[in-house]
């Protein structure tokens, strides 16, 4: 009843729609969810350029189902760097992280581009090049915080080089 009601309100004078990451402010902030979705579309790269190496006879009815649903990840990881960029870029960087960083704006700026070449293309270079980028800000933002960071490969597919905190 009262969202019938509430509905009925916003019909006749809509409620101004609010989004936000965290406004109030939450101050968790972390890379490691951009990295993720990088590392995610160089992997969906990998599975559409397998099911691109397929036999003809493999590919059939399933593999236009299965490329699909890679291209449609693909598109929603690369939505998803530019969405946790967009928040570390625009809720955890203040003046100080510019002084200190004034590449930021640029770095920022050149990962939505290149999500965005990710999202156009099926090129694992892109990926990659969209996972240096990641990691030059993942780099950037831990030592904003004074925590030194190490270059590992991370532990699952594609087993790309991956920028996380050192503890300790």
Partial sequence: MIYSLLKTIN??????????HCDIPCK???????????????????????????????????GHAQLSRLTRQKEIHANNVKQEVCIIWGDYFKQPQFDQFPVIHTLAHNIMLAASACKQTVNREKGLHLLDLVN????????TKGINTVKSECPYPPNEQVIYPQYG
């Fill in 11 to 20: 019909t006749l004078s809509p409620f101004e729609e609010a989004q936000a």
């Fill in 136 to 143: 030059e800000l993942s780099e950037i933002f831990w030592e």
């Fill in 28 to 62: 968790i902030y972390d890379p490691n969810a951009t990295q993720i979705a990088a590392l995610s579309v160089i992997r969906f790269i990998d599975l559409i350029d397998e099911l691109d190496n397929a036999k003809d006879s493999e590919f059939k009815i399933s």
